[in-house]
């Protein structure tokens, strides 16, 4: 996701009169300023500043309100493209992509090892008020949006009510093992969800899926074959690559789409456009992907270049990378769920079913724990 100029980002504080409810002293509140190629600065803003950036080169008001008119110091629109696209970072394109063979030969558990070593320095877990993104709250542009919408147009701003999507995303045949006991859980609280898997490389397991359909649960496609190349190809091999799945989308309907890894790039997403699909790729708040942090900065699914997304807003195993065990992953994710209902937040799960993540005992209890959270503490 290239950019004309690094981005600037800021830290921005909140006048006391204009702070949402859902608004938390202690979380990230940061804002990537767009860059003045895409959208020049106004001159000054007239009237009390509601919304200040601290950065390097000094304090700049973004919103101001005179006689109850809101001023903004950048293009919404722009701004807002922006941040949404991830145009404020880049991701880059691990080595590990170009060998000359899948990486999947090497055993899950050791991968699952090397990939705890690649995102340590990804960790959230010495993070301070001036790190960004914060994780796994970073409320800055969704304070941003929230202020402008009262303010902008001279009315409060009224948050939607959250919704809940449970998905999975199956990377090798050996999750098909935990598919189902992870399924029967759901169904027991009442819940049918969203299964994305792999349209190549290792033959999908029909019978399990066809179960999944049995029962109202739905279909995705989780990329060609897991190699992470996919996002990082031209287009007409994205194409080529998607068009290889075409069995498995239309015997299962599939409409929705999460890119192996992460992994995203404005070239997949406006193939994935052609093919009428849902985009699950981005995160709001990503310290997940081997091509680094960023995020979309957004919790409620938005549209973008004619493209749907719903952000991931509840990575649940992620914690695991950096130190938490089976048994704390529940507390560690209750206050973002918590500050998700508040602001209207979508509470947009994700596991795997693979042994090394989701598929073993001790995580099928933690996600049992967390649809007891969920769904049994519904508002």
Not at 106 to 131: F, K, N
Request: proline fraction near 8%; glycine fraction near 8%; charged fraction near 25%.
């Amino acid at each position: 996701m290239p950019i004309s100029e690094p981005a600037q980002i800021a830290r921005i504080t909140v006048d006391p009169e204009y702070r949402p409810a859902w608004f938390q002293e202690d979380a990230g509140a940061h804002v990537p300023l767009p860059p003045r190629s895409l959208t020049p600065p106004a001159a000054e803003l007239p009237g009390v500043v509601a919304v200040w950036a601290d950065t390097r080169h000094g304090r700049l008001p973004l919103v101001s309100v005179e006689a109850e008119r809101g001023h903004i110091r950048y293009d919404w629109t722009d701004w807002r493209r922006f941040v949404l696209g991830e145009h404020y970072c880049t991701q880059t394109r691990p080595l590990y992509t170009r060998l000359p063979f899948h990486y999947h030969r090497v055993p899950g558990a050791i991968r699952h090892v090397a990939a705890r070593a690649l995102l340590a320095r990804q960790s959230p877990s010495t993070q301070g008020e001036t790190t960004f993104p914060g994780f796994p709250i970073e409320q800055g542009f969704e304070l941003l949006a929230e202020v402008w919408a009262r303010v902008g147009d001279g009315r409060e701003a009224t948050p939607p009510s959250s919704e809940i999507i449970l998905t999975h995303d199956i990377d090798t045949g050996a999750g098909y093992r935990w598919v189902k006991p992870t399924a029967e859980l759901e169904l027991a609280h009442g819940y049918r969800s969203l299964w994305h898997v792999v349209g190549r490389g290792e033959p999908p397991d029909h019978a399990v899926l066809d179960w999944l359909v049995e029962r109202g649960c739905t279909i995705g496609l989780h990329g060609y074959n897991h190699d992470n190349r996919l996002a990082f190809l031209p287009a007409d091999r994205i194409r080529r690559r998607l068009d290889a799945c075409r069995g498995l989308i239309e015997r299962y309907d599939a409409r929705s789409f999460r890119s192996p890894s992460w992994f995203r790039s404005d070239a997949l997403f406006r193939v994935l456009r052609d093919y009428g699909m849902v985009d699950y790729s981005r995160l709001d708040t990503d310290r997940s992907c081997p091509g680094g942090v960023g995020g979309c900065l957004w919790t409620k699914r938005f549209k973008l270049d004619g493209l749907t997304h719903v952000p991931t807003t509840v990575p649940f195993e992620d914690p695991l990378y950096w130190g938490r065990s089976a048994e704390q992953l529940v507390d560690f994710w209750l206050p973002k769920i918590a500050w998700l209902r508040a602001c209207g937040g979508n509470i947009v799960v994700n596991t795997h079913p693979d042994p090394q993540f989701s598929g073993n005992t001790r995580m099928l209890r933690a996600y049992d724990q967390l649809l007891t959270a969920l769904f049994d503490t519904c508002p």
